[in-house]
């Protein structure tokens, strides 16, 4: 099994800056890609940004500009840079990454998720 730990949320005045950082364990053989989705309430969760192990980043429209992923592939370590935060940010905010698992004789793709972490932007 693949295990993803979220820190970094919390509560922050509008334009204000947050951190999150996701770490991924377990028999992990390689990761593909990692990423981040928000869910507010009453709302489907959405994509916020991904980024692949070659350092492709995809991000929604409404958060261009403004958050920036990044990965540390030796530390199966995701972050999300929030800066110029805005109340419509406010959500759980949840890690998620695919790639294989196992061993060098019997591997497994996976696609695991992160318990959430919330992120309140409120003055």
């Known amino acids: 099994q693949v295990q993803l730990v979220e820190s970094g949320g919390g509560l922050v005045q509008p334009g204000g800056s947050l951190r999150l950082s996701c770490a991924a364990s377990g028999s992990i053989l390689s990761i593909n890609s990692m990423g981040w989705y928000r869910q507010a309430p009453g709302k489907q969760r959405e994509l916020v940004a991904t980024i692949t192990s070659g350092g492709s980043t995809n991000y929604a429209d409404s958060v261009k500009g403004r958050f920036t992923i990044s990965r540390d592939n030796a530390k199966n370590t995701v972050y999300l840079q929030m800066n110029s935060l805005k109340p419509e940010d406010t959500a759980v905010y949840y890690c998620?990454?695919?790639?294989?698992?196992?061993?060098?004789?019997?591997?497994?793709?996976?696609?695991?998720w992160g318990q959430g972490t919330q992120v309140t932007v409120s003055s």
């Open positions: 998620n990454a695919k790639g294989l698992r196992g061993s060098n004789y019997l591997r497994f793709s996976f696609d695991s």
